[in-house]
């Protein structure tokens, strides 16, 4: 390996500082470089778990993370270990950390994680939905236009999708999930996960929109529930393959996808976010 260097992923509590394992102490307390989102942060849950941290603390986050990450590699190719941890939960969900696993995948450099708490599988685990097979979409799109068309190629996605989002966008987004699934759609919001205001709040997506309409704060996690296809519905997979079909014969993609859609029965416009999501 380069160095015998160690990226080390550290996942942080997303409520509870005493939900972290011994392990994170230990490592938060060794590391030559600690990594944090936000440094602040960093020092008060350090101080919460009574750790000294005796490396060099850098901040690692959205706006810094392409430089930081070309830095942090020189670190670890020097042999040392590198220590990334974020706000909540674990690094290069949603939050920094890609970019530097990346480089240090590619330079032979030891990747491992500390596993720790996650908004993602603990939403699922709470929401009452089917956790047997599952997807995470992160962020929708902040944009009404992007977020509608990103949802509508969700539609037909029969795994149980999991979603952050920011609580002033809550209401927006659930109406879009409402218009794309259904305002029956079963769901779940997740709110203050683990914290003391913790909430749950199931039901439909109409309904979930109209509450949140009212206003909510906090971390918030979104889970709902897959697609179920119904008898004599139209398998999106061979939709697909047969507009592939007919353009591997020389129609042009835009015609082949019109006239599949209308030999299906179903929009021309969701045949095509699924012909294009697979792009």
């Not at 989102?37 to 690692?60: F, M, N, Q």
């Not at 020097?78 to 969900?93: E, F, L, N, S």
């Not at 995948?105 to 996650?118: D, F, K, Q």
């Not at 019109?258 to 030999?263: F, I, L, P, S, W």
């Amino acid at each position: 390996m380069a160095g015998d260097g160690r990226l080390v992923l550290a996942g942080a509590p997303i409520g509870q500082a005493g939900d972290v394992s011994p392990r994170l102490r230990e490592v938060l307390g060794s590391a030559d470089v600690v990594a944090a989102e936000d440094t602040r942060r960093l020092r008060r849950l350090a101080a919460e778990l009574g750790v000294e941290i005796e490396g060099r603390v850098v901040s690692y986050y959205d706006q810094n993370e392409a430089a930081r990450a070309q830095e942090l590699l020189e670190v670890l190719e020097q042999g040392r270990t590198v220590v990334i941890i974020t706000d909540a939960g674990m690094p290069g969900v949603s939050d920094p950390g890609y970019r530097l696993t990346r480089l240090a995948v590619e330079a032979g450099i030891t990747v491992t994680a500390l596993p720790g708490p996650s908004a993602v599988t603990t939403a699922l685990a709470v929401s009452g939905l089917a956790s047997d097979r599952f997807c995470f979409e992160g962020f929708p799109p902040r944009k009404s236009g992007d977020r509608a068309r990103r949802l509508a190629a969700l539609a037909g996605e029969e795994r149980t999708m999991v979603f952050f989002e920011a609580p002033h966008r809550l209401a927006d987004s659930l109406a879009a999930m409402a218009e794309a699934f259904g305002a029956d759609r079963e769901a779940a919001v997740c709110r203050e996960l683990t914290k003391t205001y913790e909430e749950v709040r199931r039901g439909g997506l109409g309904e979930l929109a109209e509450w949140a309409a009212g206003g909510v704060k906090g971390e918030i996690t979104v889970v709902v529930a897959g697609h179920v296809p119904v008898a004599g519905e139209p398998d999106p997979e061979a939709l697909v393959a047969e507009v592939d079909r007919r353009v591997a014969e020389g129609a042009h993609r835009k015609l082949a996808i019109a006239d599949v859609a209308k030999e299906a029965g179903i929009p021309k416009r969701e045949l095509y976010d699924l012909v294009h999501k697979r792009l």
